[in-house]
């Protein structure tokens, strides 16, 4: 069974840095790709960015420039670093992983890692 397994948020001062950090039960090489969703209070999740098994990263606009994923294939982590990190960036961070099935493509969710950036 695929699970995954958030760590690293915290409280952050504005213009701070952050690592969160997605460990999986399996291995990474097992999933068509991975990527950080997040969700703020009163609002719906939205997409961070992605990493595909092979390819280059995508990111929203909002934080273009400021996050960056990566993976370490070896420790079945995947990482997501945020500098510059403002107010709006506040929100509950969630791991996701996309795993074809047979014919389906299934989706995996860590239980979510809490950044607040606040002075």
């Known amino acids: 069974q695929v699970q995954l397994v958030e760590s690293g948020g915290g409280l952050v001062q504005p213009g701070g840095s952050l690592r969160l950090s997605c460990v999986a039960s399996v291995t990474i090489f097992s999933f068509n790709g991975m990527g950080w969703y997040r969700q703020a209070p009163g609002k719906q999740r939205e997409l961070v960015g992605t990493?595909?098994?092979?390819?280059?990263?995508n990111y929203a606009d909002s934080v273009k420039g400021r996050f960056t994923i990566s993976r370490d294939n070896a420790k079945n982590t995947l990482y997501l670093q945020m500098n510059s990190l403002k107010p709006e960036d506040t929100a509950v961070y969630y791991c996701?992983?996309?795993?074809?099935?047979?014919?389906?493509?299934?989706?995996?969710w860590g239980q979510g890692t809490q950044v607040t950036v606040s002075s």
């Open positions: 996701n992983a996309q795993k074809l099935t047979g014919l389906v493509t299934m989706p995996y």
């Open positions: 990493i595909p098994s092979r390819g280059t990263s």
